[in-house]
């Protein structure tokens, strides 16, 4: 258990409906990072929220935005679903100025 | 840019034997680099990194990877495979320029390991 968590596990929802996905740190963790891991594009950064403050952006679609609360967790907003953004979407934390990054267990995100 | 190649998308080897999953990267600067694993249904788990030092690094598991300069390779390996190292390995390397913290991945080599 890398002591950061993630829910839902898993959601199916219809084209063109809005979800969000949540996610915890690891405790004293200020950074979150979000990936998107599909079949066809792999595993990619979205984006970087660092002590409540966008750090970093990657390949993040602009129907997608994300934030970091001042109690740290983070929630990735996805709207305008399409089929392709079926995914697994992990966050990972890591201590600022760590290397390492410790990811949940991933979102699974199934668009209908 | 940075990135990182995987070039097998899958390995087989026999439990027992040694096992290498290869990575190539590209940098510019210092490469900090990753390996992580991915058990069916779960997430990324840290295996080890290089970011400076001895070229060979020991990792969780018993996994080690040797960092080559000149070859611009990472590649993974175990002296001995399991039958329950078979999984998804994924190397990494970190962003650069003002990204610095977010990883970049290759796309992955499946490690499948025959009893």
């Known amino acids: 258990d890398s002591g950061v968590t993630q829910t839902p596990k898993h959601l199916i929802t219809a084209t063109g409906q809005r979800v969000t996905l949540r996610c915890s740190p690891r405790?004293?963790?200020?950074?979150v990072y979000w990936y998107q891991q599909s079949l066809d594009q792999g595993l990619q950064f979205l984006i970087q929220y660092y002590n409540g403050e966008e750090r970093a952006k990657g390949n993040i679609l602009e129907r997608f935005s994300a934030q970091q609360f001042p109690d740290l967790h983070s929630e990735l907003n996805l709207s305008s679903l399409e089929l392709g953004d079926s995914a697994l979407y992990f966050c990972?934390?890591?201590?600022?100025?760590?290397?390492?990054?410790?990811f949940g267990p991933g979102t699974r995100l199934t668009v209908t | 840019a940075q990135s990182v190649a995987q070039p097998e998308d899958q390995v087989n080897v026999a439990e027992g034997n040694p096992l290498t999953v290869k990575c190539t990267y590209s940098?510019?600067?210092?490469?900090?680099l990753f390996w992580y694993v991915q058990y069916p249904n779960r997430g990324l788990q840290f295996l080890l990194k290089y970011i400076t030092g001895d070229n060979l690094v020991k990792g969780s598991y018993g996994f080690e990877a040797e960092f080559n300069k000149s070859q611009t390779s990472f590649h993974l390996k175990k002296p001995s495979a399991l039958v329950s190292d078979s999984a998804l390995y994924f190397c990494a390397v970190r962003g650069g320029g003002g990204s610095q913290g977010n990883l970049i991945f290759g796309k992955g080599t499946k490690l499948s390991v025959k009893p």
């Open positions: 940098v510019s600067g210092n490469p900090y």
């Open positions: 405790s004293g963790d200020l950074s």
């Open positions: 990972a934390s890591s201590v600022h100025g760590s290397t390492e990054q410790y």
